[in-house]
């Protein structure tokens, strides 16, 4: 095993250290490489070192392998443990016979959260491309020639990153997986998935590992010099610009905001983004606009209203353009994203109180002015705020618990192969062992027959959870989960249209109603989640 170190791009201070696996003869392949008027022939190799120099990368290893040297899996695996170990910035891994655009390898190692990340997007597993399970934007199950997978729904894409925060676990895994690679418990796992493995292990030993999507982006593996040719041909077929544009754009929004709000969008993007706007500059914009229509909402008049609506529908585009914009140019802060959180609160109760000013007029009818308005809007703010408090209270119990080690599931080994074990446990049943010769038998000892830790043993919580999952299988059931919460794109819409057609009142009572049963499921599924 030999390493060639190369330095990442001119002037970079941090991010990561890249780890690059040329061990086998397919990334000595050579592709067509196209500069200017000019062409020529260069290794899948050095194709992609040209492209890492490109990014915020810290250096470059390279990890290549002498024909007299010997050396196998194990030795690969200890080699990236040794990395690991010595690195106080994150540790990227991937192989030297990837053929992929410059901007799906950013997607990763140019994230400024340089969190634990693998690169992963939909198709049918290969022996190069192997499954994955996701849940709610993680990786929860990962494979490989040895480890299985169970309903998974997406592949590895050959590009993992592990966080700062997770590289002694990164460091454990790898030496883990050695040891079982020079004892021969992988099975057939060869020196060609050395990424596949620790992705399995890490997921296994509970590292929230972000299952990062490739969008219109291509990047793959080649095993064959007619696939790395044809990978290159396809390469040239993606607008890189336009790709990275819609990958901006969530994947998993309401409804709302997926069908009226994310379709043109991405043209205010790419304007702000020509016109050197930072996300917070479109932030205050969106706060502008709201405030805007807060003053017509409480001029109480029908064209006011109608105006009103108008510009709380853009205040609201705003908003999305400022995530999809943060996105798209990488620019994220923990101020922008708190700003983000906080505005959307202060632009919904100036909304409020613009539409119970002008429903109220001049007219005095009590302290609660005229049809309780003034109650009803209290009402529909404290609904609201209740529903929020749930969410972000939940959010920081459980990264409290996690912190404290309370809410991780157990790990599954490594020398198990299936991932039942891991399933059975996240849909509220009793952990099964997988053994090795293919039985299974309950973490209580007991087998199958109805014994103490079967199937009968699922808790109402479990059936809960598992009932959800399967909602998500359905289109119609899954946006119907998603509208039933009233989302910040659904609330909006519900404010201005009910505000523009009919008045204040009616709008009110619509955010009670709705926003009450939404606060009711909320309230469930976090109680649900709890105490699974």
Known sequence: MGAE??????GTTSGAVVVVFATTPSAGMTVGMTSGVTSARTSLLDRLTVQLRTLSVRDVQVMTRAEDTGGGLADDLRSVAKVAR?????????????VAHTEALAVMIDDPSHGSAALVAPG???????????ERGRI????????RVESPDATFRGVLQVGEAHLASLADVAEELADLAQNRRLGRAGDTEVADLLLAGLVRAGVPVRAAQLGGLHCERAGSQAAADEAVRRLAEVDEGAARLRAAVKSDDGLFTTYCVSTWSPHLVRLAARLRMTPNA???VSVGLAAIAAIWFSAGERTGQVVGAVALYLSFVLDCVDGQL???????SPLGSWLDATFDRVKEYLVY???????????????TGPGGIWALAVAAMLVQALRHMIDFSYAGALADARARGDWDRPPLPLSVASDLPRLDDARGGASSGALPGGAAQSASGHGPGGTPGGASGVSVAGRVIGLSRRLDLGTATR???????????????LIAVTAAVFNARVTFLALLVWGAGALVYTLAGRVGRSLT
């Open 140 to 147: 929860v199950a990962a494979g490989n020639s040895f480890h």
């Open 353 to 367: 109180g613009g539409l119970a000013i002008g429903y109220a007029g001049s007219t005095a009818a009590g302290v």
């Open 479 to 493: 946006w119907a989960k998603k509208v039933v919460v009233l989302p910040i794109g659904e609330r909006m819409a």
């Open 124 to 134: 049918s597993a290969t022996p190069l491309l192997p499954p994955v399970r996701t």
């Open 326 to 332: 943060a996105r798209y140019t990488r620019s994220f």
């Open 282 to 284: 479109v932030t205050g």
């Open 86 to 98: 010595a690195s106080s910035h994150p540790v990227a891994v991937l192989y030297g016979d990837l």
């Open 5 to 10: 170190a190369a330095r990442g791009a001119p």
